[in-house]
């Protein structure tokens, strides 16, 4: 067994123990016979060396196995030559999954199929000119090492009272609230108060004109233009109550702005939050258990709590992230050991205090613990939505071993495996069209 570094590896070489990336994540098994595709996924995840068997003389010498000193013409590589090695990085990361489950079992094999697809892009990238885009790291980062003296950790009410950011909230989002709450608003209140601020007004008009909103465009093509320019044409079409839970998902994004970057991309963060409310949103009209609109706003902030960890807890975060790395847990248990409460339970306590909707508040408090409701229903649909999200690997919130499915919720929810399938079909695309609704082509807003 030699130590060889990556940049040195030639195709043929084995493996002689398993490659990990400088953060623990497992990629491939000892024993693997590297091929060219496997150089360029060492090389991509930044790992500088690796244990080989000692190569064959031919090897050493630079000669292929037929005797020459150049490679044949390769074979175009394509997903099923990658298949094994997915295989193999899906395994570490569904740790936690019960794959006896015919539901996880078939969200797997899509994390496998979506895995394999990737690394065959890269490798066809490389062969054809020469460099490769490298395979995304996990993100966010592991997070600098907590600074020493953090002190005792505050109780979450403690949390959010002393943020000022969290108490004093934009006037249109109060105003929206009021219409949300108050039973004889109309339409037309909705459009007004939205329209007093002129970037929440353009978002919502973005959101209302994606593909995400196809389907209810179309049932009123024939009374409006296929571009939804006002805010009352979008309020006919997504309706007033609906339209103001979107906006008060929404007006609450720039509050978390300065997260410190090395905790988290918030790029990669909204993605997944995106990602987590579209799938939300498809799931509830599936099951007709709760509004659309709801589900999709309560996907968006699922994870808010864990941004004010972030922010306000740096330090005892940066340990619950290596944590969940280096040791067999997952980044939701770690918070549970560190903190005494996760990022649900004080996402759930934030919407209480900006008076959210109580379904809103429930369906994020509640998304990993499905023990404590009585009707499981509503948090299901984001517990289900986040482990989708999780499990294809879309955008992140800090957690990269996929946490548990619980059958209770695909129960209550009555999925089958090829529901699930249909769910995701074609739902990264759709993604990055509402990501490009509340981000238009500005990074520096994440």
């Known amino acids: 067994m030699v130590k060889v570094r990556v940049s040195d590896l030639s195709p043929g070489m084995e493996l002689a123990e398993d490659a990990v990336t400088p953060g623990g994540r497992f990629l491939m098994p000892r024993g693997t016979r590297l ?19 000692d190569p064959p003389p031919a090897q050493e010498a630079g000669v292929s196995a037929a005797g020459t000193d150049q490679p044949g ?8 030559d990658f298949v094994e090695q997915a295989m193999a990085t899906a395994k570490g990361r569904f740790v936690f999954v019960d794959l006896r489950e015919e539901a996880a079992a078939t969200v797997f094999r899509l994390s496998v199929a979506r895995t394999a697809r990737r690394l065959a892009r890269a490798a066809a990238e490389e062969a054809l000119g020469g460099k490769s885009t490298p395979v995304p790291k996990p993100k966010p980062h592991d997070g600098p090492r907590p600074a020493a003296g953090n002190g005792p950790i505050p109780s979450p009410e403690d949390l959010l ?34 329209g007093t601020d002129p970037s929440l007004s353009a978002t919502l008009l973005k959101l209302v004109n994606s593909a995400f909103y196809s389907r209810a465009s179309r049932a009123v093509e024939r009374r409006f233009p296929a571009k939804v ?3 009352t044409r979008a309020v006919m079409i997504v309706g007033g109550k609906q339209l103001a839970t979107l906006a008060l998902g929404v007006s609450v994004l720039p509050i978390f702005r300065d997260i410190p970057p090395e905790y988290i991309n918030m790029k990669a963060f909204w993605k997944h939050s995106i990602g987590c409310g579209m799938i939300a949103r498809a ?50 248990q770690a918070e549970k050991e560190l903190f005494g409460f996760d990022h649900g339970y ?12 109580a379904a809103l508040e429930k369906m994020v408090r509640y998304h990993h613990d499905l023990s404590e409701p009585l009707f499981i229903e509503e ?31 695909v129960e209550a929810l009555s999925l089958s495996p090829s529901d699930l399938k249909g769910l995701v079909a074609g739902v990264e695309e759709r993604i990055e069209e509402v990501f490009a609704s509340f981000f238009p082509g500005d990074d520096a807003a994440l």
């Open 35 to 53: 091929e060219r595709s496997h150089l360029t996924t060492l090389a991509g995840w930044g790992i500088g060396e690796v244990d080989v068997l």
């Open 73 to 80: 013409p390769a074979e175009p590589l394509k997903p099923a």
């Open 161 to 194: 009272r002393e943020d000022p950011q969290l108490v004093s909230l934009p006037e249109v989002f109060a105003r929206i609230n009021e219409v949300l709450r108050d039973p004889k608003s109309s339409v037309e209140d909705a459009a007004r108060i939205i």
């Open 229 to 231: 320019d006002s805010l």
């Open 283 to 332: 799931l509830a009209e599936h099951a007709g258990v709760c509004s659309g609109e709801s589900s999709f706003v309560a996907g968006l902030l699922h994870d808010i709590g864990r941004l004010v960890l972030y922010k306000h807890l740096p330090g005892p975060s940066g340990t619950a992230l290596r944590r969940s790395r280096e040791e067999f847990t997952t980044l939701t």
């Open 346 to 357: 004080l996402g759930g306590l934030l919407l209480r205090k900006w008076q959210y909707p």
């Open 379 to 409: 948090p299901a649909v984001i517990h289900v939505a986040d482990f989708l999200v999780n499990a294809l690997e879309i955008g992140t919130s800090g957690e990269w071993r996929v946490p548990a499915l619980l059958p209770e919720a």
